[in-house]
């Protein structure tokens, strides 16, 4: 069965683009994304972190999100992200995301292929796309760090994992990681090629925060048809908030307040979809 989320990759990189998927916390968030694809014309997923999800208020937060989403008319994908928990998958189903992303990095080979079979037969033929992970992208997800590359990819067994999960996509690990980079950035282009090559399915690329416009670019044109953005969203929002704390605090101006942080969330979700191919 085909889902959405994987039509939707497919289309986008069948055009020579990526669709961009951004974490969100709220709904000012979620309406800086949306705005951002309603501008573009892109499909964008939305991200919500597991610990978001996971928190009290969170099914109502995903629900909240698929509702939204119905109402735009861009294609609005949402996405529970790296979860390693089956009954929060589960769950997540329940409340209608598009797809899961299973994340079992951390496990040796075998176990992430089980684990990862495991979701695609619990959720996939519920129409829910499921994304894996092979080799580790390090770093926090909710929070900012400087963080050192993990255990890159390997060609081989990204052809066989993504044969034997039955997975819509992959997210690979080729020098990019969560958070802040501690140094600059180095993807390991050669790696991305072969991996490219050994994968039928698109391929993901996380941590795109931090990630030059030029490597994006180089990155969509080696067939990358996802990029996870977070961190830089966080530090717009938190930018701008600051900055206007002080004027609209005297005002009691909340409504002030959120229509400044969604420009400045905004300005960064449309500077990344047009890097993906998105004018
Ligand atoms: P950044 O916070 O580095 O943009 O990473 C986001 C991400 O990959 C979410 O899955």
């Known amino acids: 069965m085909e889902t959405r989320f994987g039509e939707v990759l497919a289309r986008a990189q069948a055009a020579g683009r990526a669709v961009g998927a951004f974490t969100c916390y709220d709904l000012l968030g979620f309406e800086a994304v949306v705005r951002a694809a309603e501008s573009r014309g892109a499909p964008v997923v939305v991200l919500v972190s597991p610990a978001s999800f996971g928190a009290e208020g969170g099914e109502r937060l995903v629900r909240a999100f698929g ?48 684990f990862t079979r495991t979701v695609v037969g619990s959720v996939r033929s519920r129409g829910v796309g499921v994304e894996a992970e092979l080799g580790r992208v390090e770093g926090q997800e909710d929070e900012a760090g400087e963080t050192l590359s993990g255990e890159a990819t390997d060609a081989g067994e990204a ?27 180095k993807l390991d282009w050669r790696r991305l090629r072969e991996i490219r090559g050994s994968s039928p399915v698109p391929l993901s690329l996380h941590g795109a ?31 701008r908030l600051g900055e206007e704390l002080g ?14 942080v969604v420009g400045a969330v905004q300005e960064v979700v449309e500077a990344k979809l047009s890097a993906f191919g998105w004018r």
């Open 67 to 114: 509702a939204a989403a119905r109402c735009s008319s861009a294609d609005v994908l949402v996405q529970l992200d790296h979860v390693r928990d089956g009954r929060l998958i589960e769950r997540a189903a329940d409340c209608g995301v598009d797809a899961v992303m299973a994340d079992g990095s951390k496990l040796p080979f075998g176990e992430n292929l089980a």
């Open 159 to 185: 052809g066989r994992f993504v044969g034997e999960s039955g997975v819509d996509c992959l997210a690979v690990a080729v020098g990019n990681v969560h958070g802040h980079y501690s140094g600059a950035p």
């Open 209 to 239: 925060s931090g990630l030059p416009e030029r490597d994006l670019r180089r990155a969509v044109s080696l067939r990358v048809a996802k990029f996870n953005v977070n961190t830089e969203l966080r530090a717009a929002y938190f930018r």
């Open 247 to 260: 004027a609209e605090t005297a005002k009691l101006n909340l409504k002030g307040l959120g229509d400044g």
